[in-house]
C-alpha cells in the first residue's frame, strides 16, 4: 500500500520502536482502547447495499421498457384497457426475472467480513488475552499457533517450526515457511515470509507477531477496496439489444409521424389516426423480445446448471461466449491444488508414479527398463512384491517420516495435513504401503521436527527385535552430506563421488521441470538414543531415493485449452507461483508456446498502464502477481477491447472476477469471497465445464440471432401490412389486441423454441465474434427486410381480397363504419383471414430461422421439437381464436371458410412454393 512501510525490510526492534509497543508486555489497555479510537475496528467496510425496491426499479431504465410503458399510457387513455393491461404485465414480469437473477450480486464484501477472524489472542500489559478480532489494533502482539485464523497483518517476532497456508491470497500451492529475520526490499507479497496476513491461517509451528495494519489497511482490506473500484459495465448482448431497442423505436416514431401526417393530410379523424399510430408502435416494437431473451439466458443457465457450471446473472453466458480472452489461475484452476509424487528415483533405476491427486490409485512404472511393473493390482500384498527393495524403503520411509494424514471418506480419500507430505503418504498407499499398517508394526519413538536451519525432519521407529529405525527426509544436499551410504539393487553401497554427482545431476533436472524434490534416507540403530537430537540421529544415514512432485494440472485443462486455441480465444495464465512453476504447468497444458511472452509481478509493478496496455495482449504467463497486479492486467485486456473472462478460486481473484467481463469462480476449492464477486461458479472445478460454457455462450448468441430474425421479420411484416393499408386508404387491417396476440403468442412460442436449437457443428471452430459486432452483422439485416416484405406483402393481398370479394366466398360481416365514416363490407372477414395468413406465413418462416448457413431443406425438422411443439400450439390457438364462440369476440374474427382457407394458405406459402421451384430448377451446385 503506497506509503506504508516496507515492514519486511525493517529489523524487528525498529519495527516495536515505530508502532510504539512492547514485545513483551503488549500495549496496555488504556493505549488499545485509544488506538481504535483513531484507527477505527478491525474490519472490513461495508459498501452500502441498494435496496431491494430500488434494484427492482432499476430493471425499468432500458429503453424499450420506457416506451411500452409509454405505449401502455397511450393505449390507457384511448380506453384501450386489455391493451394496456397486456403490455404492462410483460414488462413487469421481464423486469422480475431480471431483478431475482440481481438480487444477490453484492454481497463480495459481507462474505469478506465473514471470512475475518472471529477471535484473535494478544498481549495487553503483559497477559495473554481473547479478544474479538474487531478490536485488535496496530501495536497489539498476536499469539498464534497451528490451526489459528490470523486476525490482522503482522510483522513476526518469534517463529517456531512455523508455516501458513496462504494458497487464498498468494496462489501458492503449499504452506510458506515463516522467519523472524529481515528480508530485503523490494520482495512481492509471496516472499514476505516474516509477515503473516489477515484472513490467512497458520498451519504448522507458533507465531509471535507485532500487527502492522488492521481494517482497510490490510491486504485483505486492500482487495476489499479494489472490489469497490471495479466496474461491471455492459455484456455484449445488453449492448446490442440496447442498440436494438433504440433503432426499432426511433422506427416506430418516424412510421408513426409519417402515418399521422398522411392521414391527417388526407382528411382523417385525429382520434382515428392516433389509433392508428398506436397500432403501428404496438407492431413496430416486438413486446416479446425482451422477455424471450431474458428466458432464452435463464434456458442456457438450466442447461449449464445439468453441466455443473452455476450462473448468477443471466448475460453471463452469452458474455462467456465471446469471450476472446481467458484470464486463468493455476493453483486449483488448472492444476488440482493437490501435490503428487511424479517421479520416484532410487540408485539403479527412476520410477514414473501414475494418477493424480490424493486417491491412491495410481502404479509404479519402471522410466529406463521395457518392461512395465504395475505396482497397483488388487491385493495390498502383490502391489509391494512387484517393487524392488530400494523402491519400497523409498515409499516406507515416506509414509512413516510424516505427519499427514489419508482420510476415507464416501468412497474417497482427503488428506490433513502438509501437501508435501500428503503426497509421499499418498505415493505409498498406491504400493499397499499404508502407514497405520506400518506404524503398527514400527511405533514412532520419538522425532526430531522440521526445522529451515536444518532442512529436513526425522523420525525414530521401534522394529522387530528390539531393534530402531530412523527414517529421515529433507533437501537432497543436506541427506547427501549425512549419508555414508546408498541402498542399491544388490544391498547398500557405499555414496561416493560418483554416487553423489549422480544424485545432484537427478536432482537439478527434476529442478528445472519445476518439481520439488525431496530425498529420502534411513539409519539402522542399536538402541534408542538417551537423547532423540539431530546429533545422536542424522547421521551416517543410508541414501534411499529422490521423490520429485508437483500440483499436477488437471487431466482435461490440456484439452480445454487446445479447444480454447481452436476457437480463437487466447488463454492467460495468472498466478502468485513462482515464475519456474508457472513455465512449466503452462508448458504442460499447452499455454506457453515458443515465443510467447512470461512477466513476473515485479515486471509489472515497474510498468506504465500504456506499456502493459501494449504488452498484455502477447503475454501468456504471469507469474508472482498479486490482487493489483490481475486487476491491472484484466484492465489492460479490456482497454484494448478484449472480452475477458477470469477464472478463480482465492481472495486475491474477488477483484479481478469482479472486473472482467465475467468472473468464473470455483465452486470447492473458491472462497466465499471469489463466487460472490463472480458472475459464474463452477460446481466441480472443473476447466472442461469452463469450456461447455464457452460453447453454450456461443450457441445462446446465435440462438439469439435467430429468434431476432424471426421476430423482427415478423414485426416488419406487420408494419408493412398497417403501413400499407394507410397508404392505399384501406381499414386498419389488424386491430390493436390481434397484433398484441400475434406478438406474444405467434411470436413468442416459436421464438422460445429458437432459443433451445442445437449448437451449429462448428461452433468451437471458429474464432470469437468481434465484441463491436451488430446484431445485425453478417447479412442478417437483408434477411429481415426480405422476408418481412413478402409476409406484409402477402397479408395485405388477402385482406384486400378479403374485402372486395364476392360473399359467396365465405365468412359474413356486416357494415362496419370506420375512419371518415366510409361503410365497408365483408371488415371482419378480411381481418380474419389477413390474421391467418400474418400466422401461418410467420410459423413457416420460424423454420427458415433454425440455421444462418442451411435451407429450410437441408434441415431437419425434427432437429428440433420444441419448435414442432411451439408451432403445433400456435396452430391450434389461431383455431381457436378464430372458432371458439366465448373466444373469438375479444378478438374480433369470424369463422373462415375452405375457400378463404385456400387463399390465406396460397399467400402463407407463395414464396416458399417459388423457392422450392427455384431450387428445382437452379439446383445449387
Known sequence: ???????????????????????????????????????????????????????????????????????????????????????????????????????????????????????ARVLREGQEETVPAHLVVPGDILLLEAGDRVAADARILEAHRAEAEEAALTGESVPVRKVAGVLPAERPLGDRRNLVYAGTTITRGRVKAVVVATGMNTEMGRIAGLIHEADEGPTPLQRRLDELGRRLVWGCLAVCALVATLGVMRGEAPYFMLLSGVSLAVAAIPEGLPAVVTICLALGVQRMSRRNAIVRRLPAVETLGC?????????????????????????????????????????????????????????????????????????????????????????????????????????????????????????????????????????????????????????????????????????????????????????????????????????????????????????????????????????????????????????????????????????????????????????????????????APSVRVYARASAAHKLRIVRALK?????????????NDAPALKEANIGVAMGLTGTEVSREASAMVLQDDNFATLVAAVAEGRAIYDNVRKFVRYLLSCNVGEVLVMLGATLARLPIPLLPIQMLWVNLVTDGLPALALSVEPAEPDVMNRPPRSPQESIFARGLLWRILGRGLFIGLASLAVFCWGLYAPASSGGASGPVIVGADVAVPNLDGARTMAFACLVIAQLVHAFHCRSETRSLLESSPGGNPALVGAVAVSLAMLLAVIYLPWVAPFFHTVPLGWQQWVVVLAGALAGDVLGLFGRLIFPRS
Open 1 to 119: 500500500m503506497e506509503g506504508t512501510p516496507a515492514w519486511y525490510a525493517i529489523e524487528a526492534a525498529q519495527v516495536l520502536d515505530m508502532l510504539a509497543t512492547d514485545g513483551e508486555r503488549g500495549l496496555t489497555r488504556q493505549e488499545a482502547g485509544r488506538r481504535l479510537e483513531k484507527v477505527g475496528p478491525n474490519s472490513i467496510a461495508r459498501k452500502k447495499r441498494v435496496p431491494a425496491w430500488r434494484l427492482f426499479l432499476s430493471q425499468f431504465d432500458d429503453f424499450m421498457s420506457l416506451v411500452l410503458l409509454g405505449a401502455t399510457a397511450v393505449s390507457g387513455l384511448l380506453g384501450e384497457v386489455a391493451d394496456a393491461l397486456t403490455i404492462i404485465a410483460i414488462v413487469i414480469l421481464n423486469a422480475w426475472l431480471g431483478f431475482l437473477q440481481e438480487y444477490r450480486a453484492e454481497r463480495s464484501l459481507e462474505a469478506l467480513r465473514a471470512l475475518s477472524a472471529p477471535t
Open 323 to 615: 469471450a476472446t480472452v481467458i484470464c486463468a489461475d493455476k493453483t486449483g484452476t488448472i492444476t488440482r491444488n493437490e501435490m503428487t509424487v511424479q517421479y520416484l528415483w532410487v540408485p539403479g533405476g527412476e520410477w514414473r508414479v501414475t494418477g493424480e491427486g490424493y486417491q491412491p490409485r495410481g502404479s509404479f512404472q519402471p522410466v529406463t527398463a521395457d518392461a512395465h511393473t504395475d505396482a497397483a493390482p488388487p491385493t495390498r500384498k502383490s502391489a509391494t512384491a512387484a517393487l524392488p527393495r530400494q523402491v519400497e524403503m523409498a515409499l516406507m520411509a515416506g509414509a512413516l517420516c510424516n505427519d499427514a494424514r489419508l482420510v476415507h471418506r464416501n468412497r474417497d480419500h482427503e488428506v490433513q495435513g502438509d501437501p508435501t507430505e500428503a503426497a509421499l503418504l499418498v505415493a505409498a498407499a498406491k504400493a499397499g504401503l499404508w502407514r497405520e499398517e506400518l506404524e503398527r508394526q514400527w511405533p514412532r519413538v520419538g522425532e526430531i521436527p522440521f526445522e529451515p536451519e536444518r532442512r529436513c525432519m526425522s523420525v525414530v521407529h521401534r522394529g522387530r527385535g528390539g531393534k530402531y529405525v530412523a527414517f529421515v527426509k529433507g533437501a537432497p544436499d543436506v541427506i547427501v552430506r549425512m549419508a555414508r551410504g546408498a541402498l542399491g539393487p544388490r544391498g547398500t553401497v557405499p555414496l561416493d563421488r560418483a554416487l553423489a554427482a549422480e544424485i545432484a545431476a537427478r536432482n537439478e533436472a527434476y529442478g528445472r521441470r519445476a518439481l520439488r524434490v525431496l530425498a529420502l534416507a534411513y539409519r539402522e540403530l542399536d538402541a534408542l538414543p538417551p537423547d532423540i537430537s539431530p546429533e545422536t540421529v542424522e547421521r551416517d544415514l543410508v541414501f534411499l531415493g529422490l521423490a520429485a512432485m508437483a500440483d499436477p494440472p488437471r487431466p482435461e485443462a490440456r484439452r480445454a485449452v487446445a479447444t480454447c486455441r481452436r476457437a480463437g480465444i487466447a488463454t492467460v495464465m495468472i498466478t502468485g507461483d513462482h515464475p519456474a512453476t508457472a513455465r512449466a504447468v503452462a508448458e504442460q497444458v499447452g499455454m506457453l508456446s515458443p515465443g510467447d511472452r512470461m512477466l513476473s509481478g515485479a515486471e509489472v509493478e515497474m510498468m506504465t498502464e500504456e506499456r502493459l496496455r501494449d504488452l
Open 639 to 651: 482497454s484494448r477491447g478484449h472480452v475477458v473472462a477470469m477464472t478463480g478460486d482465492g481472495v
